[in-house]
Each structure stands twice: as structure tokens, then as C-alpha cells.
């Protein structure tokens, strides 16, 4: 028969421990259980944490108990003390592997492709086949064990990275490692983060992204091949990135007309992205964030331009495939047009994604408020309610008066 023995909880409820056949279940004043057992060293073994409910501490028990009977069973400080010393052989290659498979965001979401790609090459270490490769900005500290790992040597790896003059990568650089430090930190590993440099992710080179003007714009556009002259428009009058743009298929846009048949408004739904990596090829996905799904309009002759790109596409026909048309076009490729047309506008400097810097710029100077300018860009910091534009609303009335005006001939 069971002993039992009364505890009074910090509610004042009487509850009486329980000991088993084999080990002991004990109630404790917080309400949760302890559970204990005497091993075959002849001495008691307590769980290493408490138990809210009494199954959980009942299956704990079982679980001690079948080590034992299968001759596996070790002394919980002896455990302890491997799991420690295997912590601290842990390298900082090693930990952000598995970091890199399990991490999540708020929602529970991994990373998407494009990151896990960019996180691998911030770690990956020098490749032997290839003269003179150093490997990506953290390779210097991938073979450390995470203990090792001090403020020190993480300030002089930073000064080193720094002193080459790549100051985004190391700021990219830092800022992974002070987040997979961080988790090392929560996990029990180490005892303290060691990126302790303050503003260390913060470092950027000071350049600025400087959007075309329109007559730059206008030249773009002349110059640019007519098939993707409506990737431009979408991208500098929607505000569309690069892996949105060329994710979009017929289905995705509708173009209103009027009575006599002329066109007066195109409206796209961004949906997905398309993003390309070394390891997997295309990968479609979600947008860049929750907020970039989104449904815009374009008018003027802009909208023009979308609308005689997609006559004659239908259903899941992409709007902007790679030469055998049925493929995503990649940056590269599209890179052999756009190159000699900002070039032509006296912008070689210029990246894609100033066209989207413009149509933010563009859709503020109408007058759009912050959220608005952000709820058309695609922007994570705007509400749900705020991602999605409807006929007859406000993003209506920006777009037609940032819209390119047509005219008569």
C-alpha cells in the first residue's frame, strides 16, 4: 500500500506525495510534482526540473527506469556532466547548422530559401578546390567551440572584417552571429552573448540608394526591350520587387476598360515571390513579409503598357519568363537588358531596386501618408487591414494622380 504524507500548497489545499512501486511522485507547495527515485548506486536521483502535471513525472520515471533495467543507465550528474562537456566541444559551425534548420520566426514560420542561402554563405568555410577563397565573413570563427567564442575575439574579427572594407557583409555577419549567440545563450551553452559591440550590426557604408529621375525613367523605358518594359512600370509604379514581379502570372492581373473599350486601370495581386539559391533553384514562396501581400492599381499610360503585355496571356502563364517561356527569369539574365538601359540613362550605377525606391518617393510626394506609402510598397510594419487597396478607395485616388498622364496624339 501506498505511504503518503500531507503538504499543504501555497493555496492552502491539502495533497499528500505518493510513493510508487518504483520512485516517488511528490507535490510541492508551488503545485507542481518532484519526482524521485533510488538508483542502482544506492542513492537518490531527483528529475532535474518539476512536473505541472503527475503523468509527465510518472513518464519520467518510466524513463529512468528502463535505462536502468537495460544496463544504459548513468548517475544524472554523471549526464549532467557529459551533456556539459559536449556543450563545450560544441563549434560555432556546428551550432548554427542545426540554428539554421530549427529557427522560426513569431509565427513559426522557418526562414525562407533567399535567407537560409545568405546565411549559409555568411558561414561557409574556405573551399581547398578554390586558390585564394577565404571562405565567407564568419569562417574566421566557424571551427571554435562556442565557449571560446569571447568579447574579445569577436571585436577583433569584426576589425579585421572592417579593415577589408566590406562594411555591409560584416554588419550581415555580425548580426547572424549575435543572433545565433544569443540563442546559444537561452539554449544554456554559454553563460553570456559575446557580441557586445555597440551598433555592431548597425555599420553601413553610407551610399544611398538614389531612384531615377523621370526623365532617366523615360529613357529606361525606350531602351529597355518591349518585353519587359511592364517589369519596369510594375516595378517603379507598383512598387514591386524583383522575386514579386517575375512571380506573377496572368491570373494575377486584371485590367478594367471603359465603355468605348479603353483601358483605365490595371490591378495586380502580389501574392508570391520567386527566389533563386545555389542549392535549390527557384523556390516560390510567400512574399517578403505577411504585409506584402497585396492588391495595387495603376492607371494612366502606365497601365496601358501592363495591359498590352498581358493581351493574349491567360491563366498561369507568366507575365515575365525566361527565354523558353515557361521558366522564372533570373536576375542574370534580365541583367543583360537592363544594364545597357540604365546605362543609356546615364545611371550605370543603378540598381533594380531603385525603381521601387522611386514609387515610394513618387506616391509620397501626392501626397500618401507613411502607412499608405507603406501599405502600397509592401511594408511588414502596416496592419492586415491595411494590405489590401479596393476600387473606389484612397490608394485609387494616389495612384491615378502619380500616374504618367496619357495624351493625345
Known sequence: MARQRKIIDSLGRERKATRRTWGKVEPLPSGNYRASYTGPDKQRHFAPMTFTAIIDADAWLA????????????????????????????????????????????????????TKAEYERLLRTPDR????????????????????ITPGRVRKWRADLL?????TQTSRAYGLLNAIMGTAV????????????????????????????????????????????ALVVLAAFGGLRYGEATALRAKDVS????????????????ERAVTHTAGEGFVVGSTK????????????????????????LIGDALLFPAVDGVSFLA????????????????????????????????????????RETMARLGHSSMGAAMRYQHSGNRDDELAMRMARRKTSA
Open 163 to 167: 579593415a577589408t572594407g566590406t562594411k
Open 186 to 229: 537561452i539554449d544554456r551553452i554559454i553563460d553570456a552573448n559575446p557580441c557586445t559591440v555597440k551598433g555592431g550590426q548597425s555599420t553601413h557604408t553610407g551610399r544611398k540608394v538614389v531612384p531615377p529621375t523621370d526623365a532617366e525613367l523615360d529613357t529606361i523605358l525606350t531602351k529597355i526591350p518591349p518585353r519587359y518594359r
Open 63 to 114: 524513463t529512468q527506469r528502463a535505462q536502468i533495467v537495460a544496463g544504459t543507465w548513468t548517475p544524472s550528474t554523471a549526464r549532467a556532466e557529459a551533456d556539459a562537456q559536449a556543450n563545450r566541444a560544441q563549434t560555432l559551425g556546428a551550432y548554427a547548422a542545426q540554428w539554421i534548420t530549427t529557427r522560426t520566426n513569431s509565427r513559426g514560420d522557418h526562414l525562407k530559401p533567399r
Open 255 to 270: 485590367v478594367e476598360k471603359d465603355e468605348d473599350g479603353a483601358v483605365t486601370a490595371v490591378r495586380v495581386n502580389v
Open 289 to 312: 513579409s505577411e504585409a506584402g501581400t497585396r492588391r495595387l492599381a495603376i492607371f494612366g499610360i502606365d497601365a496601358d503598357i501592363i495591359a498590352e503585355h498581358v493581351r493574349g
Open 331 to 370: 536576375q542574370s539574365a534580365f541583367w543583360r537588358h537592363w544594364n545597357p538601359a540604365r546605362t543609356a540613362a546615364g545611371r550605370p550605377d543603378m540598381p533594380f531596386h531603385a525603381l521601387r525606391h522611386y514609387a515610394g518617393t513618387r506616391y509620397a510626394q501626392e501626397g500618401a501618408t507613411p
Open 129 to 148: 578546390a578554390r586558390a585564394g577563397d577565404d571562405g565567407g565573413p564568419l569562417a574566421p570563427l566557424v571551427a571554435l567551440p562556442l565557449i571560446d
